[in-house]
């Protein structure tokens, strides 16, 4: 159980072009989402909080304008990167949160989408 | 705020050597702690978690026990193989939802 999949996995496109990444909790529902950036070798970094039905919150620095998320339903979440640029190329990482017995959030991860822009 | 520190890597040993990975963090009141891998281009996946003190989380042979006095959850395993090779993450949670990550350390096992 638990499992978060994304799509695409792997993603090149050309600069000022959008880029739509989807995020599913598949066998849960998830009213928290998260997206997160990951650079080489680093650790991640959190980007947004995303709630189902209302606006997404943003970490300092992230631009909101830049990077759309819509959380539609408690099964998907979306990052879209508007007007892509090659710095924008990066590892993104969604999560979903799972409340279990103990009342623990546990926040449970996607594979992963790798974007190249050129 | 928040915070975890873990050992730095990368950490290379031999199949069935025995593995720590320290972690220490700083935090206000209980937080619940995490150990997470990330695979080579995958995401990341939960290996144990722990809500509070005392706690043992333990999965695939690996264990960590929630240290309050020490403010540690050390990751341990007994027999490394070399498909443990990955970078194991520490994690808190704190009041919120939110993640606090640890900075990664990267593990190669050798044959």
């Known amino acids: 159980g638990a499992v978060v999949s994304q799509h695409p996995s792997r993603v090149i496109c050309k600069s000022g072009t959008s880029v739509k990444i989807e995020c599913r909790s598949l066998d849960f529902q998830a009213t928290t989402m998260f997206w997160y950036r990951q650079f080489p070798k680093q650790s991640l970094m959190l980007m947004a909080t995303?709630?189902?039905?209302?606006?997404?919150?943003?970490e300092q620095g992230v631009e909101k304008d830049k990077f759309l998320i819509n959380h539609a339903s408690l099964t998907l979440s979306t990052l879209t990167v508007t007007s892509a640029h090659p710095e924008d190329s990066s590892f993104y990482i969604c999560?979903?949160?799972?409340?279990?017995?103990?009342?623990?959030?546990?926040?449970?991860f996607g594979p992963g989408t790798r974007l190249l822009v050129l | 705020g928040n915070s975890v520190t873990q050992m730095e890597g990368p950490v290379t040993l031999s199949e069935e050597a025995f593995l720590t990975i320290n972690c220490t963090y700083t935090?206000?009141?209980?937080?619940?702690l995490f150990w997470y891998v990330q695979y080579p281009g995958e995401g990341l996946q939960l290996l144990l978690k722990a809500t509070k003190a005392d706690d043992k989380g333990s999965n695939k042979g690996f264990e960590a026990t929630y240290r309050k006095e020490t403010t540690s959850f050390h990751l341990e395993k007994g027999s490394v193989q070399v498909s443990d090779s990955a970078v194991y993450f520490c994690a808190l949670q704190g009041g919120s939802e939110k993640l606090v990550f640890g900075k990664g350390t990267k593990l190669t096992v050798n044959p």
């Open positions: 935090a206000t009141g209980y937080p619940s």
């Open positions: 995303s709630n189902e039905g209302s606006k997404a919150t943003y």
């Open positions: 999560s979903a949160t799972l409340r279990d017995r103990d009342s623990l959030e546990t926040q449970y």
